[in-house]
């Protein structure tokens, strides 16, 4: 059973409260308790909705998928095949943001070009828990075994370009490839930005993708070490026959859209489902986005990363967002009203 199945069958029981402290509140709403809904863009959330429903398999969603090919109208598709949910599990809403990089490369190792980007050895696909990052990149152990997609020239943005999980390569002459999540290598995913809080460098609201990147280059020894803090690392795959004009591939294996697409934990929120967002801080955004993605720090029910795009722009506008705000998931109307207690439909 899928994690987000279990999540909607608990959530029967406790319509009105959690019993325990491992069952998510379930809220079903109305279209009209959603801040902005009727000035969003719905046409743009139905075009990602597109994009990635007709890999979905479960009947309520295939079902709604056929039925969306043929609508004209995207907010009145949502509004009557759906209804809002909130999913809760009592952990505040937390939004932030993430980008595809771009970094300068190349498809040989040169003096500039020094720092591979790896494809996933055979042996860490058979075990669980492989090599560290600091063993991965100490020991040599993927040296001159082919395993290199192309060479880059600077180690933070290759450490950034495996948080994030894709980006993309421009090669001299101004040819791009893509590279996309292939695997990682078991370990936990460790907040490098926490740790310099931790240490008293910086305070929380202070930290940012930039931030760090400023820091590790300012103080090469100890931003090595900094950066060996995160035990997690990824291996990649090339992607290059996704088309320039279209985002990188989410955790659907399909292209995700700027400001359209959210990654969640799917532990909560199924893959492919319409969520609302309601994001707070100095610049609010009330939108309709497609969960179409995941990420290892990407965890409860009230926790999304937005993506902003390609490139240094979306990155900065990604780096510093962390707001406050709420998050309604859009069930399928049946499945929503399933979750009610006898005799409250």
Known sequence: MSGWLRAVLLSVLVMTGPASANEPTITVMQFSDLNGWEEDDHEAAFQAFLETCIDLKDPDWSSLCAVAQHQKSGRAFFELFFR??????????LFTGYFEPELDG????TSRFRYPVYRMPPEAQRVSVW???REIETSGVLSGRGLEIAWVDDPVELFFLQVQ???RIRLPGGKMIRVGYAGKNGHTYRSVGMELVRRGVYALHQVS????KNWVRRNPVDGSELLHVN??????REVSQVPAEKGPLG?????VTTLRTIAVDPEYVPLGAPVWIEKGGSEPMRRLMIAQDTGSAIKGAQRADIFFGTGDEAGKMAGTLKDPGRMIVLMPIQRAYAMLPEGEE
């Open 251 to 255: 955790a659907m294996n399909r292209s």
């Open 209 to 212: 993708a930039e931030v760090i």
């Open 165 to 167: 999980g894709s980006g």
């Open 131 to 133: 090599l560290s990052r």
């Open 231 to 236: 035990p997690s690392y990824v291996f990649f």
């Open 84 to 93: 809002p949910v909130m999913i809760e599990d009592g952990t505040p809403a």
């Open 106 to 109: 190349s498809l040989v190792p």
